[in-house]
């Protein structure tokens, strides 16, 4: 499964989590402590926000390990909200369409996890997509789909209702197929002001998620595993739970799918 990491606070370069640090993004596309697949070298992505409403977006096929572009832009762009990457195919083409974050308008969208049996649900699945938005839809993921969904069930609004009525969703058609292999979706979202993100699973085994406050200056992370061996001061999100990044802090609420709260 992917690895990701999602910033908030005062403008850094993005060195400082997606190349230096002891466990940084690079280093977990090359050997994670925590994903199911150790290695994530399926394609790699940036996105970040700064003086435009859209978010920049670089996205590429080769193992972030290996592009020398990735720690160029990483060592030059700095950013007070921004996304990185690495992906682990769940059976899609390593396309750069296919590579994480998504955007469309000023939002951006990246996932870890799998819709649980995509190949034969997927043509029930993505006709819930309304057609303004299916003409956006670039590549082939699951992923994708998830984030067309939030926008057609009132992202704009309503990012946790979004959330809570994308999930029910994708889990009404997997039950009425008899799909006995999971949905687990471990995300994070941003609008450009905040960052939400998700960490569920319907057997309630959802993908690691932490979140952890900067000790120097004003930002927050919310990451797939640690970037270092401090793990003091990372605080693991809870599974089923629906996450908010602002300028007040961080804020963790249930995510109950069921009954729709």
Sequence with gaps: M?????YLGEPIFLEEFVTT???SLIVQSRHSREAKSAVNGDGFGLGWYRDRQEPGLFRDVRPAWSDENLLSLAHQIRSRLFFAHVRASTGTATTRANCHPFRHGHWMFMHNGKIGGWDRLRRCIEAAIPDPLFQCRQG??????IFLLLLANGLQTDPRAACTATLRF???IMRDADEAEPLRVTAAISDGQQIYALRYASDAVPETLYVRSRQRGSGTLVVSEPLDDGRDDWEAVRPQSFVTLGPGGVSIEPLRISDGA
């Design 2 to 6: 992917c690895r990701w990491v999602a």
């Design 21 to 23: 640090p002891q466990q």
């Design 140 to 145: 082939t993921t699951d992923s994708e789909v």
């Design 170 to 172: 994708i889990e009404g």
